[in-house]
């Protein structure tokens, strides 16, 4: 069913929006089998476990970093992955930066939003955002190039609306403020569950794992 849900889930996407396969639990097979249907992106959470997909895969896909990243493993991250999705912290730009430069490559990134101010979330609060970029544009090895935002944790997808809404407008922002000093053009928000709202919100990057895999096994 992997190959069908990929296929109907391209076929419905808006002109200008990319899907990101979230493959976290996924096997390499799996995987092989959305990107034969067409998907191009796939999205990751641990680094450890897209490392053994990326030795099968490798350059039949663009890799994004879609988890939290720890520290210790940004030197192997920087080997696999094409974007990370969630930088939001100086330190882990810090270090990002200098293994990028160790190896010349220009890290593509987006700044990851906690676009509900939950204190227990990850990400940039909306109002730090702005100096966060300001903070970042002095590592010569990053390249920013849009905004990522989880939202807090609701049933109903409706509910979500106000916080994709909120990132949008924030992300529109920064596009005028850094005219032509930045390439700002993502803009990715939405899950299985929300992603036709974050659509209508303006996402133009979703990442979708249930819909096209189906249900994950609980957590050990
Ligand atoms: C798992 C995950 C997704 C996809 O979630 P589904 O509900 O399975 O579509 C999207 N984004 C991130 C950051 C994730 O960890």
Same mark, same amino acid.
């Given at each position: 069913m992997i190959k069908e849900n990929s296929q109907k889930i391209l076929k419905e996407l808006p002109e200008g929006v990319e899907l990101v396969a979230a493959t976290k639990q996924r096997s390499a097979v799996e995987v092989a089998e959305a990107l034969e249907a067409g998907v191009k992106i796939v999205g990751e959470n641990y680094? @450890?476990?897209a490392?053994? /997909?990326?030795?099968i895969l490798g350059s039949k896909a663009k890799w994004h970093f879609i988890g939290h990243l720890q520290k210790n493993k940004i030197k192997k991250a920087v080997k696999?992955?094409?974007?990370i999705e969630t930088l939001d912290s100086l330190a882990l730009a810090e270090i990002l930066d200098k293994e990028c430069k160790k190896v010349s490559k220009i890290m593509s990134i987006l700044i990851e939003v906690n676009s509900a101010s939950e204190s227990q979330k990850q990400g940039v609060l909306v109002e730090n955002v702005e100096r966060f970029i300001d903070q970042i544009l002095q590592?010569?090895?990053l /390249? !920013?190039? *849009?905004?990522?935002?989880? *939202?807090?944790?609701?049933?109903?997808s409706?509910?979500?609306? !106000?916080?994709? +809404? @909120?990132? +949008?407008d924030l992300f529109d /922002?920064? /596009?005028?403020?850094?005219?032509g000093k930045l390439e700002w053009v993502y803009l990715s928000m939405g899950m299985s569950s929300s992603y036709k709202v974050a659509i209508e919100e303006g996402a133009n990057l979703v990442r979708i794992g249930t819909t096209i895999f189906g249900g994950r096994k609980p957590k050990k």
């Open positions: 680094v @450890k476990e490392q053994e /997909k990326f030795a696999i992955f094409d974007m590592f010569d090895n /390249k !920013p190039m *849009g905004l990522m935002t989880m *939202g807090p944790w609701l049933d109903n409706q509910e979500l609306r !106000p916080f994709f +809404k @909120k990132t +949008k /922002k920064i /596009k005028s403020i850094y005219q």
